[in-house]
T-cell receptor, first 112, second 113 residues
């Protein structure tokens, strides 16, 4: 089945450590996105990529980094510079702006 | 800056009731609008996508409308069922906004037996 796989589902880290969240899609989509979801704040865009080897900052990119070396993969690194990293992280993809957005099932990151 | 508002934040209805969820936006220069469903602890599932040139889209018991001039979209759910219980979010792309979606904060729906 085609879809988006995020791993792991739950992730625990100590403050000061960098952590990388995985996102893989087999939908052959060009565009991929990372969102952060906090209670009462909706989804906020962290980074997005419209093509391999290219990505742009979203609304809350500080403290995060990404890479897009392959079409099917868009990993997100949460660095120690991110002040409040504990959140639910969602990866998404779409073929183009006329097509629906597909989401993975998310990674819940807890930093203590 | 585009603001997307969904009111109410939570809604509880008895099974079988028809209901309307609202999504308001401040900038009418939108390219399209999507409605999503999110179950607890899960990702989002796209329900309906309305292009700016369309007035409505239908899928089964769901009907979404779009009125750009009033800055409003509604999601109509007919004959609600307990399985419809979830959070419903709207999101839109602005004309000239590339592929970036702006999301509302969602309406949490509970359909009771």
């Amino acid at each position: 089945d085609g879809g988006i796989t995020q791993s792991p589902k739950y992730l625990f880290r100590k403050e000061g450590q960098n952590v990388t969240l995985s996102c893989e899609q087999n939908l052959n989509h060009d565009a991929m996105y990372w969102y952060r979801q906090d209670p009462g704040q909706g989804l906020r865009l962290i980074y997005y990529s419209q093509i391999v080897n290219d990505f742009q900052k979203g609304d809350i990119a500080e403290g995060y980094s990404v890479s897009r070396e392959k079409k099917e993969s868009f990993p997100l690194t949460v660095t120690s510079a991110q002040k409040n990293p504990t959140a639910f992280y969602l990866c998404a993809s779409t073929q183009d702006r006329n097509s629906p957005l597909h989401f993975g099932n998310g990674t819940r990151l807890t930093v203590t | 800056k585009q603001e997307v508002t969904q009111i109410p934040a939570a809604l509880s209805v008895p099974e079988g009731e028809n209901l309307v969820l609202n999504c308001s936006f401040t900038d009418s220069a939108i390219y399209n609008l999507q409605w999503f469903r999110q179950d607890p602890g899960k990702g989002l599932t796209s329900l309906l996508l309305i292009q700016s040139s369309q007035r409505e889209q239908t899928s089964g018991r769901l009907n979404a409308s779009l009125d750009k001039s009033s800055g409003r979209s509604t999601l109509y759910i007919a004959a609600s069922q307990p399985g419809d219980s979830a959070t419903y979010l709207c999101a839109l792309i602005l004309t000239g906004g590339g592929n970036k979606l702006t999301f509302g904060t969602g309406t949490q729906l509970k359909v009771e037996l």
